[in-house]
């Protein structure tokens, strides 16, 4: 009489074979993630290069075909809201640019640059705008008082305005702007002048970076975001004015 035998996995072999494949899904999790973690973290790269190209050319192109003009209230006028500043304007006699700091977005209470009348399809806020201002009134300030004659892009001025600096998915803002030069970088004859502008874009929450948001938190540190959370600066020497006095 012929036995048959019945092959079978032992309740050992069973488990084994369930911890290789829980260890080897667990490695394929890990690897999407952080292939996801990357691609992120290029695609904000990417957007926040391609916003401050943008924002470059735009004011090489314009403070070179404008006057040599002063680094004071006149042509340079910072916003402040609470004792911290949270904006600033330059005018350069045809076009002005206006724009909130980023830490103006996330602090409760901040005085928030936005349009008068917002057209359709418009943002209410500003992030870095263009604006035609041939009398440079956006850097005006009102009677005894620091703050700017106009708080907010005027309905008639709303229309011809440009935004330079989409919000996007990555929340882009602008978080420092500075704009300088030197009596050794004026030409007396030709009235012209170099300007070193430096400014810096930033992705993500502010509570992702530093607290004068000029670098991200470390990864492992506490709220840090190394997916979404980016800081550049990027520095521009321009020439501004022509012509012989």
């Known amino acids: 009489m012929n036995r048959v035998v019945k092959k079978g996995f032992t309740l050992v072999e069973l488990m084994l074979s369930m911890a290789f494949i829980s260890v080897l899904l667990l490695a394929i999790a890990m690897t999407v993630m952080q292939i996801s973690a990357a691609y992120n973290r290029g695609m904000t790269v990417k ?50 640019y206006v724009w909130n700091y ?26 870095f705008v263009r604006v035609n201002d041939s009398t440079k009134s956006y850097c005006q300030k009102q009677t005894n008082s620091d703050s700017p004659l106009y708080p907010n892009i005027r309905s008639a001025d709303a229309p011809s305005s440009q935004e330079l600096l989409k919000v996007g998915d990555r929340n882009l803002a602008v978080h420092r702007m500075e704009i300088s030069s030197t009596d050794a970088m004026y030409e007396g004859v030709t009235g012209q002048r170099l300007y070193e502008v430096i400014f810096t874009l930033g992705a993500g929450s502010i509570t992702a970076m530093n607290k004068t948001q000029t670098a991200c938190l470390p990864a492992g540190t506490e709220g840090a975001d190394v997916a979404y959370c980016v800081v550049q600066n990027f520095p521009l020497v321009i020439r501004a004015g022509n012509g012989v006095n």
């Open 47 to 96: 957007e926040l290069n391609q916003a401050a190209r943008l924002m470059s050319e735009d004011l090489r192109y314009n403070i070179s075909a404008s006057s040599s003009f002063s680094s004071d209230n006149s042509s340079f006028l910072v916003v402040s809201s609470g004792g911290v500043e949270v904006g600033a304007r330059l005018c350069l006699g045809t076009y002005s």
């Open 102 to 127: 980023g830490r103006a977005f996330e602090t409760p209470g901040a005085t928030i640059t936005g349009y008068q009348t917002v057209p359709t399809g418009r943002s209410s806020d500003v992030r």
